[in-house]
T-cell receptor, first 110, second 114 residues
């Protein structure tokens, strides 16, 4: 069973701080990694994709991938109350099928 | 920005009834997917569809489920005889082609089976 694991949270961060989210995956053949944001009752929204080891930055978001450790993370800098949501880690091992983690709920407190 | 459109946004149905969930993928996309999310649980893959046939399906996607692309724009998920445990959010997604992984999800259909 291919698994993607995340701490469910909630991760409480003060406004303006950095939120750090982690994700581990079990399938060593995984090639593509994604972070989605999901507001309550809404659909997942893609915020970052990463395919090779290292860091990838997009605005206030930085994704980090370490395939040897089977670990992917997301940093949210200068967290805003509007960043309060559930962040889903998702992985593609083969084909195009996404396997999702259970999500980490983030609460940004003003 | 192009969108994946899903209808209805909310459907309430009696147990044992058939439901059809509808999706209009982005027009130049070639791969189509259905996922579902039971309240408080993970988003789960149901089925992928390419070139007018199922390319992969999960264990959840049993004989009660079927998918169809009846014309050039719509992509439907049918549940023949709904069960209480089918209550979930159902998301349609599409991508332009193989190796292009920026999934665009629709806004979802909330299915409630009573």
């Amino acid at each position: 069973q291919k698994e993607v694991e995340q701490n469910s949270g909630p991760l409480s961060v003060p406004e303006g701080a950095i939120a750090s989210l982690n994700c581990t995956y079990s399938d060593r053949g995984s090639q593509s990694f994604f972070w989605y944001r999901q507001y309550s009752g809404k659909s997942p929204e893609l915020i970052m994709s990463i395919y090779s080891n290292g860091d990838k930055e997009d605005g206030r978001f930085t994704a980090q991938l370490n395939k040897a450790s089977q670990y992917v993370s997301l940093l949210i800098r200068d967290s805003q109350p509007s960043d309060s949501a559930t962040y889903l880690c998702a992985v593609i091992a083969a084909g195009n099928k996404l396997t999702f983690g259970g999500g980490t709920r983030v609460l940004v407190k003003p | 920005e192009p969108e994946v459109t899903q209808t209805p946004s909310h459907q309430v149905t009696q147990m044992g009834q058939e439901v059809i969930l509808r999706c209009v993928p982005i027009s130049n996309h070639l791969y189509f997917y259905w996922y579902r999310q039971i309240l408080g649980q993970k988003v789960e893959f149901l089925v992928s569809f390419y070139n007018n046939e199922i390319s992969e399906k999960s264990e959840i996607f049993d004989d009660q489920f079927s998918v169809e692309r009846p014309d050039g724009s719509n992509f439907t998920l049918k549940i023949r005889s709904t069960k209480l445990e089918d209550s979930a959010m159902y998301f349609c997604a599409s991508i332009p082609g193989q190796g292009v992984y920026g999934y665009t999800f629709g806004s979802g259909t909330r299915l409630t089976v009573v």
